[in-house]
């Protein structure tokens, strides 16, 4: 069965950080590119990052930039999200998603996690 599995999220403080995971299972995440989306209540799923199989390429939401990290580690199967100096904004369920090319369609989705920050 194929499967993304994210974790990490939670509630944090204005300033502070978390970091997601998005493990794979059923397939070998190192063959596809895998992004980052958010939905928060009230909004449109929207892209936050992404990044190729290879680990050489990534980009950012301009919301983002500076601010959150994305890297991958093939060998565990799983992609991480390093959230830093967070932002009450920054709130929303948090999907990871398997691609072709971060510029292609979603193929696979987790099931999501959800960030909240407030203080």
């Known amino acids: 069965q194929l499967q993304l599995v994210e974790s990490g999220g939670g509630l944090v403080q204005p300033g502070g950080s978390l970091r997601l995971s998005c493990a794979a299972s059923g397939f070998t995440l190192a063959l596809y590119a895998i992004g980052w989306f958010r939905q928060a209540p009230g909004k449109e799923r929207e892209g936050v990052s992404c990044i190729n199989n290879s680990g050489g390429s990534t980009n950012y939401a301009d919301s983002v930039k500076g601010r959150f990290t994305i890297s991958r580690d093939n060998a565990k199967n799983t992609v991480y999200l390093q959230m830093n100096s967070l932002k009450p904004e920054d709130t929303a369920v948090y999907y990871c998603?398997?691609?072709?090319?971060?510029?292609?369609?979603?193929?696979?989705w987790g099931q999501g996690t959800q960030v909240t920050v407030s203080s």
């Open positions: 998603a398997a691609l072709h090319y971060c510029s292609d369609y979603v193929l696979y």
